[in-house]
Nanobody, 128 residues
């Protein structure tokens, strides 16, 4: 059974850094795209980054995290390196897998409903 598991959340002071991990297991084939989303209290789910495995396709980032967050991959583990964290980054962070081949993920990476496997989330709190 396909599973997605996030880890690495916690409490950090403003300006600090955290690295989240997303471990994939049980997939019969490697997902074509992995995305990170977050949901702040009382807010909707926000797409923040994705890393397609399509050759030549770049990573995608939301404007709110561009230049502060970086997504990367090492085999079946996806990472989200977060720097210069601010209180508005406080949220539950989710990792999700899209197992459908779409050619390009430029228009789908930030649509949560395009992803078919989700983790349980890891909480990130940015506070002094």
């Amino acid at each position: 059974q396909a599973q997605v598991a996030e880890s690495g959340g916690g409490l950090v002071q403003p300006g600090g850094s955290l690295r989240l991990s997303c471990t994939l297991s049980g997939f019969t084939k490697d997902p074509y795209n992995i995305g990170w989303f977050r949901q702040a209290p009382g807010e909707g789910r926000e797409a923040i980054a994705s890393i397609p495995r399509t050759r030549g396709e770049p990573e995608y980032y939301a404007d709110s995290v561009k230049d502060r967050f970086a997504i990367s991959r090492d085999k079946n583990v996806m990472y989200l390196q977060m720097t210069n964290l601010q209180p508005e980054d406080t949220a539950v962070y989710y990792c999700a897998a899209d197992t459908w081949y779409r050619g390009t993920y430029a228009s789908s990476w930030n649509h949560w409903h395009e992803y078919d496997s989700w983790g349980q989330g890891t909480r990130v709190t940015v506070s002094s």
